[in-house]
């Protein structure tokens, strides 16, 4: 009996040294992946914000952009997008760069921090885990979410290391706690909800120990000390907080997480099943190996219920203070969901380790086909602009017989698209009619069209007018926009109807339309 028990081992420590190997695998296939995504995928809107920001001449005049209160993101996205575009040259794959490696940094975190805890293919499941949910695909979007996932598991996995070890090697790692920390405060501003579980699971662990860590305290506390700094930048920010074109809702809840978790659906429900078909076969057999229940101490599973209800947090604060909420604001949840899903392969299936490499074959293989799917047929999700998308305005618009006529879009992101994608002989007759109040009036909000004045005009250097007095110097004019996807941003049709415009529809196709607005002189 000694002799199967002892070959059991052998065969069982035979199958964790795959784990190794398969991240090592996955990071490969990851990287190729994200690059080949981010090569292809053309800049949308909050991307190209990013881009004409990052290519202004200096971080001070980065600074002043920013004060002018159209983006409310913080300085540091620019600065590493500056330096990314210095070492590798302005492309798509180099304005995204910062946000792969950082997402990449993100599973290397979680492998990492199970593996202390539990075995190395629990570790890998964990790691595997956000690549199959909607998280992924800000991998390769250049803006702030992907930064702060990848501050967010470096800060989680330097407070597990504080709290465990002692010596020189602890004050590294409180070092690194508090600079990651204050790098994901820096990257965006809802990173500070990163602060919460951290602290959380901190206040867990003096409970139980009876006595306060001075030193972890005081690296949480020193991370926030980047808002001070940030001080203006918020408060010119806040301006806008009154109609945000996305307040938040409770509904904004459950769909946080029914958004996040739907693409990990098949993969999740065939390890439920493979788990179910285990535990009625060899749920009461004994057990080939140690049956010790490897989990993670208290004051960690508290920090990891923080970062599962960070959007919980998140939209609580915008309820009270910020009255903004976007599903990404509250991204680093799935942090403390991977975590969950590494304990669950490891409870579900600690006496069989090889059932715990099918767990992770599973979620790797899902990845791989899914964004197989991806590079083959593209969703909206992959490829937001489609070169169609931007070549069919401009024909249109040359079809028609009146090529003098100016070309009014009625919606930002279609215009901020046209303006840096579109053909010469579109571009030189885009223009864009702002209007806060009448936005306001019409759609319930206007920090959109706000920024439209504040940043797109002065800044970006985009054809950015007052809506009154081009309508009153015009007669006749062509109106361009998505009036489908985005409805939620198009005010200028309703507002000429009410000033008894006559609108004329010459051409549509892909829920963008061609209208021709005409009024009569009196």
Same mark, same amino acid.
């Given at each position: 009996?000694?002799?199967?028990?002892?070959?059991?081992?052998?065969?069982?420590?035979?199958?964790?040294?795959?784990?190794?190997?398969?991240?090592?695998?996955?990071?490969?296939? #990851?990287?190729?992946?994200?690059?080949?995504?981010?090569?292809?995928?053309?800049?949308?809107?909050?991307?190209? #914000?990013?881009?004409?920001?990052?290519?202004?001449?200096?971080?001070?005049?980065?600074?002043?952009?920013?004060?002018?209160?159209?983006?409310?993101?913080?300085?540091?996205?620019?600065?590493?997008?500056?330096?990314?575009?210095?070492? %590798?040259?302005?492309?798509? /794959?180099?304005?995204?760069?910062?946000?792969?490696?950082?997402?990449?940094?993100?599973?290397?975190?979680?492998?990492?921090?199970?593996?202390?805890?539990?075995?190395?293919?629990?570790?890998?499941?964990?790691?595997?885990?956000?690549?199959?949910?909607?998280?992924?695909?800000?991998?390769?979007?250049?803006?702030?979410?992907?930064l702060?996932? &990848?501050?967010?598991?470096?800060?989680?996995?330097?407070?597990?290391?504080? *709290?465990?070890?002692?010596?020189? @090697?602890?004050?590294?790692?409180?070092?690194?706690?508090?600079?990651s920390?204050?790098?994901?405060?820096?990257?965006?501003?809802? &990173?500070? %909800?990163?602060?919460?579980?951290?602290?959380?699971?901190?206040?867990?662990? $003096?409970?139980?120990?009876?006595?306060?860590?001075?030193?972890?305290?005081?690296?949480?506390?020193?991370s926030? /000390?980047?808002?001070?700094?940030?001080?203006?930048?918020?408060?010119?920010g $806040?301006?806008?907080?009154? @109609?945000?074109w996305?307040?938040?809702q409770?509904?904004?809840?459950?769909?946080? #997480?029914?958004?996040?978790?739907?693409?990990?659906? /098949?993969?999740?429900?065939?390890?439920? *099943?493979?788990?179910?078909?285990?535990?009625?076969?060899?749920?009461?057999?004994?057990?080939?190996?140690?049956?010790?229940?490897?989990?993670?101490?208290?004051h960690?599973?508290?920090?990891?219920?923080?970062?599962?209800?960070?959007?919980? +947090?998140?939209?609580?604060?915008a309820?009270?203070?910020?009255?903004?909420?976007?599903?990404?604001? @509250?991204?680093?949840?799935?942090?403390?969901?991977?975590?969950?899903?590494?304990l669950? *392969?490891?409870?579900? %299936?600690?006496?069989?380790?090889?059932?715990?490499?099918?767990?992770?074959?599973?979620? @790797?293989?899902?990845?791989?086909?899914?964004?197989?799917?991806?590079?083959?047929?593209?969703?909206?999700?992959?490829?937001?602009?489609?070169?169609?998308?931007?070549?069919?305005?401009?024909?249109? /618009?040359?079809a028609?017989?009146?090529?003098?006529?100016p070309?009014?879009?009625?919606?930002?992101?279609?215009?901020?698209?046209?303006?840096?994608?579109? +053909?010469?002989?579109? $571009?030189?007759?885009?223009?864009?009619?702002?209007?806060?109040?009448?936005?306001?009036?019409?759609?319930?909000?206007?920090?959109i069209?706000?920024?439209?004045?504040?940043?797109?005009?002065?800044?970006?250097?985009?054809?950015?007018?007052?809506?009154?007095?081009?309508?009153?110097?015009? $007669?006749?004019?062509?109106?361009?926009?998505?009036?489908?996807?985005?409805?939620?941003?198009?005010?200028?049709?309703?507002?000429?109807?009410?000033?008894?415009?006559?609108?004329?529809?010459?051409?549509h196709?892909?829920?963008d339309?061609?209208?021709?607005?005409?009024?009569?002189?009196?």
């Amino acid at each position: 009996m000694i002799d199967v028990d002892a070959r059991h081992t052998v065969r069982d420590r035979g199958v964790e040294r795959l784990a190794v190997p398969m991240f090592a695998g996955l990071s490969v296939v #990851y990287a190729l992946l994200t690059w080949t995504l981010a090569r292809r995928k053309l800049m949308w809107n909050d991307e190209l #914000y990013t881009y004409y920001i990052a290519r202004l001449p200096s971080m001070h005049h980065v600074w002043n952009a920013l004060m002018a209160r159209g983006e409310q993101t913080p300085p540091l996205l620019f600065a590493i997008t500056r330096l990314s575009f210095r070492l %590798f040259g302005v492309n798509h /794959v180099s304005i995204r760069l910062p946000e792969i490696l950082a997402f990449w940094m993100m599973t290397a975190c979680l492998y990492a921090l199970v593996r202390r805890r539990m075995s190395a293919i629990s570790a890998l499941c964990a790691a595997a885990f956000p690549l199959v949910t909607m998280a992924f695909p800000y991998a390769y979007e250049a803006r702030s979410y992907g930064l702060v996932l &990848g501050f967010a598991a470096l800060a989680l996995l330097s407070w597990q290391a504080a *709290t465990s070890i002692a010596g020189r @090697a602890r004050v590294l790692v409180l070092v690194c706690l508090a600079a990651s920390l204050a790098a994901a405060v820096s990257s965006h501003y809802y &990173g500070v %909800f990163v602060l919460g579980p951290l602290a959380f699971g901190e206040a867990v662990r $003096t409970i139980t120990r009876r006595r306060l860590d001075i030193a972890v305290w005081a690296a949480l506390a020193i991370s926030v /000390v980047p808002l001070a700094w940030h001080l203006p930048l918020i408060k010119a920010g $806040t301006a806008y907080s009154g @109609a945000f074109w996305s307040p938040p809702q409770w509904i904004n809840l459950p769909d946080f #997480y029914q958004d996040l978790l739907f693409p990990a659906l /098949v993969p999740v429900a065939a390890i439920l *099943t493979l788990a179910a078909i285990y535990h009625a076969v060899f749920g009461h057999g004994p057990s080939p190996i140690d049956d010790e229940r490897r989990t993670l101490p208290l004051h960690e599973l508290a920090a990891i219920g923080g970062f599962v209800l960070i959007p919980l +947090a998140s939209l609580v604060l915008a309820k009270l203070v910020t009255g903004a909420f976007v599903n990404r604001y @509250a991204l680093p949840s799935v942090i403390g969901m991977s975590v969950l899903a590494g304990l669950a *392969t490891e409870l579900a %299936f600690r006496r069989r380790p090889a059932l715990r490499v099918l767990v992770a074959a599973c979620l @790797a293989g899902w990845f791989v086909l899914s964004q197989a799917r991806e590079l083959v047929q593209p969703t909206v999700v992959s490829v937001p602009v489609t070169p169609a998308s931007v070549a069919r305005p401009a024909q249109w /618009v040359a079809a028609l017989r009146d090529q003098d006529l100016p070309v009014v879009v009625a919606d930002p992101h279609t215009f901020i698209v046209l303006s840096h994608y579109g +053909a010469p002989g579109i $571009t030189s007759r885009l223009v864009y009619l702002a209007d806060p109040d009448r936005a306001l009036k019409v759609l319930g909000h206007n920090s959109i069209e706000r920024g439209m004045l504040d940043l797109l005009q002065p800044w970006f250097h985009l054809n950015v007018v007052r809506f009154g007095p081009f309508v009153a110097e015009h $007669t006749r004019f062509l109106v361009l926009g998505n009036f489908v996807k985005n409805s939620f941003m198009n005010w200028i049709l309703p507002e000429l109807h009410a000033l008894g415009w006559h609108t004329e529809l010459l051409d549509h196709g892909g829920g963008d339309m061609l209208i021709l607005a005409s009024r009569e002189l009196r």
